[in-house]
């Protein structure tokens, strides 16, 4: 907002012109700066009709843009990634959750916890300044559960897998057990395994936002 402020105080009358068809009568009038820089002019008359002018040149510095953006949504093991615009400013301030802040144009963070509005205010050089902001959306990576370790007789069958193969996240599950070697199936939540050595299975489970667990069972053999 552009202030003008006119002098002496007491006069009879002051007017005001300037840019874009300006006129005011007020001693000391406000006035929206975007678009308005230039010279104003005033004119007082005092009790006896006699009149003084005087100019005053305003400028008006072009305000930045400011895009705040990040790539998620995440889930929570990640890191984010956030990034700011445009390029060359003076200064970039982040803020967000958890008191969190930064001073780096694109700032990294840990995942976990750290999901929700993230807000930015960039500055340039003439020092003005502008906000936008990024809402940042943290998922919640599925349980997996491979069962308990577990002791069998060499050739014997087992079933992998807890009754409750994944837990948590989104509830559509992908299953995938590695190694593949002994199983009957390896995408599936229970497979059946044959084997002659011991071997420690890895199950990963993927929910519906990509989001995934891990979780291992060993088997021992008895010869």
């Known amino acids: 907002t552009i202030s003008l402020a006119g002098s002496p105080n007491g006069m009879s009358s002051y007017s005001w012109s300037?840019?874009?068809?300006?006129?005011?009568?007020?001693?000391?009038?406000?006035?929206?700066?975007?678009?308005?820089?230039?010279t104003y002019s005033l004119t007082v008359t005092d009790g006896?009709?006699?009149?003084?002018?005087?100019?005053?040149?305003?400028?008006?510095?072009v305000a930045p843009s400011a895009t705040a953006s990040n790539n998620g949504p995440y889930c929570s093991y990640d890191s984010i990634q956030l990034?700011?615009?445009?390029?060359?400013?003076?200064?970039?301030?982040w803020s967000g959750p958890s008191s969190y802040s930064s001073?780096?144009?694109?700032?990294?963070?840990s995942a976990a916890f750290n999901g929700g509005i993230y807000t930015l205010m960039v500055t340039n050089a003439n020092g003005?300044?502008?906000?936008?902001?990024?809402?940042?959306?943290?998922?919640?990576?599925?349980?997996?559960?491979?069962?308990s370790n577990v002791t069998i007789c060499s050739g014997s069958t087992v079933v992998l897998g807890d009754s409750i193969a994944a837990s948590g996240g989104d509830s559509i599950y992908m299953y995938a057990w590695?190694?593949?070697?002994?199983?009957?199936?390896?995408a599936i939540a229970n497979p059946q395994a044959i084997l002659n050595q011991n071997t420690t299975y890895t199950l990963t489970v993927t929910d519906n936002n990509g989001c995934k667990g891990q979780d291992s069972i060993a088997i021992s053999l008895i010869y």
């Open 83 to 93: 990034a700011a615009g445009p390029n060359g400013l003076t200064a970039y301030l």
């Open 103 to 109: 001073t780096a144009q694109n700032p990294v963070r």
């Open 48 to 61: 006896n009709g006699c009149t003084a002018s005087a100019g005053t040149s305003v400028t008006v510095n």
């Open 178 to 186: 590695s190694p593949a070697a002994g199983l009957d199936y390896s």
């Open 128 to 147: 003005c300044t502008a906000n936008a902001s990024t809402t940042v959306i943290v998922n919640t990576p599925p349980s997996a559960h491979a069962g």
């Open 18 to 38: 300037g840019p874009n068809s300006y006129s005011s009568a007020n001693q000391n009038p406000t006035r929206t700066a975007s678009g308005n820089g230039g």
